[in-house]
């Protein structure tokens, strides 16, 4: 497995992710297909800048262009001040081979060894027991079951923190 930075013509895996109601049952539903290019293309030139972490998980580095989801990391401000948040989709057909729980790894690794983003905190969906059980099992603690607004949409999550330079097993 690799990581790669997200590119302008992954459109058709972010709407694989994003504008499906499967994909998107634990945050709210599907997206609409209107945007996503443009989303895309935001999110590659922020990749490129280093300004997050937007990352494409391909499961073989010898067919680059097959991707399994992502796995992003990126800073902004709640009422609370300015946290770093972590986030991953993986596609049904490659969900249970562990691609989602060494690509979140592999990018809090990454975080360690450069020092940056301090606490990481993450937000899967209370009914996510796939994610809450990767956010276990890299690291993180829990805190407490928070309500977040994503997309417009209120979602009951579970909040958990991790101190990449510190907690990782």
């Known amino acids: 497995m690799q990581l790669r930075n997200v590119l302008p013509d992954d459109v058709d895996a972010y709407v694989r992710m994003r504008c499906d109601p499967v994909m998107m049952a634990d945050l709210g539903g599907p997206l609409p297909l209107e945007g996503m290019a443009d989303k895309v293309r935001r999110d590659a030139q922020q990749a490129a800048t280093d300004l997050a972490w ?9 067919s680059p262009d097959v991707v399994a989801g992502t796995v992003t990391m990126w800073s902004h401000d709640t009422d609370d001040g300015p946290i770093s948040e972590i986030g991953w989709m993986v596609l049904p057909e490659f969900q249970g081979r562990g691609l989602g729980k060494r690509a979140v790894r592999a990018l809090l690794e990454q975080a360690r060894d450069q020092g940056r983003w301090g606490l990481v905190h993450a937000f899967p969906a209370t009914s996510n027991a796939a994610s809450n059980s990767i956010c276990r099992s890299v690291g993180f603690r829990f805190l407490s079951e928070v309500a977040v607004t994503f997309a417009g949409r209120v979602l009951t999550t579970n909040h958990w923190v991790v101190d990449a330079g510190k907690d990782l097993p």
């Open 54 to 62: 937007l990352k494409m998980i391909v499961p073989d580095p010898a």
